[in-house]
């Protein structure tokens, strides 16, 4: 599975961005769909994750409410809509892949492929 992620960019506190990731080559070996950030200086976190079956959803605290995660099953794409957004938000994105049946889809290592990262930069 090859993962394309895009959409970051600058952006004031309060506003929004939606994050694309489009998934190519054996998708369907791909049961979910994870996003993931990392702050400078900060571990990789969790944000949201999506099944392409059944379309559930999985949040972090810290995003809910904010946050929304969707999927297109015939463009393979799964979007992530942020609004609200707040500086603590600042970090490179990351969209992965896996192909666990029942993965605990807020550990990465759950994960088996991942796309480049897209910066998303929130000033205040």
């Known amino acids: 599975v090859q993962l394309q992620a895009s959409g970051g960019g600058l952006v004031q506190a309060g506003g929004s961005l939606r994050l694309s990731c489009a998934a190519s080559?054996?998708?369907?070996?791909?049961?979910?769909i994870g996003w993931f950030r990392r702050a400078p200086g900060k571990e990789r976190e969790f944000v949201s994750a999506?099944?392409?079956?059944?379309?559930?959803?999985f949040y972090a605290d810290y995003v809910k409410g904010r946050f929304t995660i969707s999927r297109d099953d015939a463009k393979k794409t799964v979007y992530l809509q942020m609004n609200s957004l707040k500086p603590e938000d600042t970090a490179v994105y990351y969209c992965?892949?896996?192909?666990?049946?029942?993965?605990?889809?807020?550990?990465?290592?759950?994960?088996?492929?991942w796309g480049q990262g897209t910066q998303v930069t929130v000033s205040s």
């Open positions: 080559g054996r998708t369907l070996s791909s049961f979910a």
């Open positions: 999506i099944t392409w079956s059944s379309g559930t959803t």
């Open positions: 992965a892949s896996t192909h666990y049946v029942h993965p605990i889809v807020a550990v990465s290592t759950e994960y088996g492929y």
